[in-house]
């Protein structure tokens, strides 16, 4: 919707000024390299009530500071849109490993319970390190029920694929009916061994799309 221009302020306060004309948007996006100052207001606005029916939030190419997605995900806490937030877009550079870590910690506090489908591709920084905190996020959280989950170029390794085994095996993902972990780099003699066991272990019964692929 809006782009990184220096307008990006008066639009926040504008927002903030006329909160009731943004109370039907179910999609948002933020996207392409905001300041991280405009991703500190824009959590303040959610914290006051902008978008209480907001579904999906995309947030792709913002190269987000890690303070700063805790701020938005601190004001989808105090959201009304909290219960309907279906969407997640984080993909494309936009967040560090010090971001997994607070998207996991948060994750793992159920303050987005309906989410249904996040996207952090295409975020090669994050590798082993991102992936094990998210992972940590889902297997403590008792609420989110991911069905998508984008995991494609994210520089996963064989030690990121083994926290995603064992949260899988603690009960994440039991929902999961789609999961693209395409482009990363773990070794095939353990990717084999992961999909055999899950499977014949009852986890990841409902998944339909499994891609570990390596190529480009």
Known sequence: ??????????????MGANLKLFEGVQWFSFNHNWATGHLHAMGS????????????FDLDSTRIASDALATLLRGLEQSAC????????????????????????????????????LTISYNPGLSDEGVTS??????????????????????????????????????ALEECSNLDASNNSPSLRNVFPFVTALRS????????????????
């Open 1 to 14: 919707i809006f782009g990184s221009d220096g307008g990006a302020t008066r639009i926040s306060q504008s």
């Open 82 to 117: 909290v219960d309907n937030l279906q969407h997640l877009d984080l993909s494309s550079y936009s967040i560090c490993p010090e971001g997994a870590e607070v998207l996991g910690l948060a994750i793992g506090r159920d303050i987005l319970p309906s989410l249904r489908d």
């Open 134 to 171: 998210l992972a940590l996020g889902l297997q403590a959280s008792s609420r989110t029920k991911l069905k998508t989950l984008h995991l494609n170029s994210m520089g996963m390794g064989d030690a990121g694929l083994k926290s995603l085994a064992e949260a899988i095996q603690r009960g």
């Open 45 to 56: 606005l959610l914290g006051k009530g902008i978008l209480p029916n907001l579904q999906s």
């Open 201 to 216: 272990g009852g986890r990841l019964r409902n998944l339909m799309y499994l891609n570990f692929t390596q190529g480009h």
